[in-house]
């Protein structure tokens, strides 16, 4: 595909279940990205993959949270032991090479919601 | 006080008019990036700054490193238009993003 595909679209779990939320960028892009967007408040940053290295946790809210890039392509984000404070909109991007001024391409998002 | 501020958080306006939404950053960077965020949710990349001045169709978007501050402005605004305007700026050890809180556009015919 031309873009960043995330599977699945919509996701609603019960509270204490675990999660994966899959993100496929495109293709030949070596950096790769998670954000999360909760309702009314804006972007934030969860974990960032850069070619080989050790990715970027930095972003990750608790331990509960983790994340996986395979063959240095596809993502996977695991929330273990969902909370209701998980729902959210789970955003992943991918850009070329993972320099400051190359652009992010952004996929449509999941939508966690918790009940 | 959030690393990247926008202003104003809401903005309502007449088909045609000239649009400015600002964004001031306290983090030093090599770039700032302007998204925009549709009713749907997509988020798609507007431009890339560095430095001066970038156009794209009625889209126009300034940096001022020295005063780290930079607008979007639309011209001949549209309906179209609306949607949620979102200034990001790379971390200083990375490439990951910081994000404005967003500006809410409303265009009406």
């Known amino acids: 595909g031309a873009g960043v595909s995330q599977s699945p679209s919509n996701k609603v779990t019960e509270k204490g279940k675990d999660v994966e939320l899959r993100c496929d960028p495109i293709?030949?892009?070596?950096?790769l990205y998670w954000y999360r967007q909760s309702l009314g408040q804006g972007l934030e940053f969860l974990i960032y993959?850069?070619?080989?290295?050790?990715?970027?946790k930095s972003g990750l809210p608790s331990d509960r949270f983790s994340a996986e890039r395979t063959g240095g392509s596809v993502s996977t984000l695991t929330i273990q032991r969902t909370q209701q404070e998980d729902s959210a909109v789970y955003l992943c991007?991918?850009?070329?090479?993972?320099?400051?001024?190359?652009?992010?391409?952004f996929g449509p998002g999941t939508r966690l919601t918790v009940l | 006080k959030n690393e990247v501020e926008q202003s104003p958080q809401n903005l309502t306006a007449q088909e045609g008019e000239f649009i400015t939404i600002n964004c001031s950053y306290s983090v030093g960077i090599s770039a700032l990036h302007w998204l925009q965020q549709h009713p749907g949710g997509g988020i798609v990349s507007l431009f890339m700054l560095s430095s001066g001045k970038k156009k794209h169709g009625r889209l126009i978007a300034t940096i001022n490193i020295q005063e780290k501050h930079s607008s979007l402005h639309i011209t001949a605004s549209h309906p179209r238009d609306s949607a949620v305007y979102i200034c990001?700026?790379?971390?200083?050890?990375?490439?990951?993003?910081?994000f404005g809180e967003g500006t809410q556009l409303t265009v009406n015919p």
């Open positions: 993959f850069q070619g080989n290295s050790a990715p970027d």
């Open positions: 293709s030949g892009h070596t950096a």
């Open positions: 991007a991918s850009s070329l090479t993972g320099l400051r001024t190359d652009t992010q391409y």
């Open positions: 990001a700026v790379p971390h200083t050890s990375g490439s990951r993003l910081t």
